[in-house]
């Protein structure tokens, strides 16, 4: 693939088989099934939540709740896949979270739902960028976020690993 532009179906949505293709996530801990949209300052995801992750098993125990964290999770690897798409090599970085703030969870999401995930990109530079973001359940907002990522050379960032 040339581009992620590639990965874009007849209608400019991304399937969960090529998300895993572009950012570094497989289906153990990948919070977004489908790109619904992708543009230069904008990606909408969405994660279907069933009630059989692993996860509802514990949190709350016998009352299934999402964990405020994962939301947050789903944005974050929605805003890497947005910043990816604004750089020239995504394949030779890693995208990494760098800031989380001004973060506010409105409503509690239980399953069955999908959640919708909204990030904007507000800047970027060679070294990172800041997005804000929003989750949604039906239309109803259930989080916001302000997200600043890290840009950092995959090779060199690697061999940082023990």
């Known amino acids: 693939m040339a581009s ?3 990965y874009k179906d007849k209608k400019g949505e991304i399937n969960t088989e090529d998300i895993m293709k572009i950012i570094p996530y497989n289906d153990h801990f990948l919070f977004i099934d489908k790109v619904t949209t992708l543009e230069k300052d904008l990606i909408i995801a969405e994660k279907k939540l069933t009630g059989e992750e692993d996860f509802f098993k514990g ?3 016998e009352f299934p709740i999402m964990p405020g964290a994962l939301i947050i999770e789903g944005m974050g690897q929605a805003a890497t896949l947005l910043v990816r798409y ?3 090599d995504h394949k030779t970085k890693d995208v990494l979270a760098y800031k989380i703030n001004e973060t506010k969870f409105s ?3 239980f399953p069955p739902a999908t959640l919708t995930f909204e990030l904007r990109l507000l800047g970027k530079d060679d070294k990172g960028a800041l997005l804000t ?3 949604k359940v039906d239309g109803k907002q259930v989080a916001e976020t302000r997200i600043m990522l890290a840009v950092v050379d995959k090779k060199e960032f690697r061999q940082k690993a023990p």
Do not use: C, S, W
Request: proline letters at 7%.
């Open 107 to 109: 409503a509690p999401t």
């Open 86 to 88: 604004n750089l020239d």
């Open 59 to 61: 949190h709350f125990a």
């Open 4 to 6: 992620i532009d590639d």
């Open 133 to 135: 973001g929003v989750a």
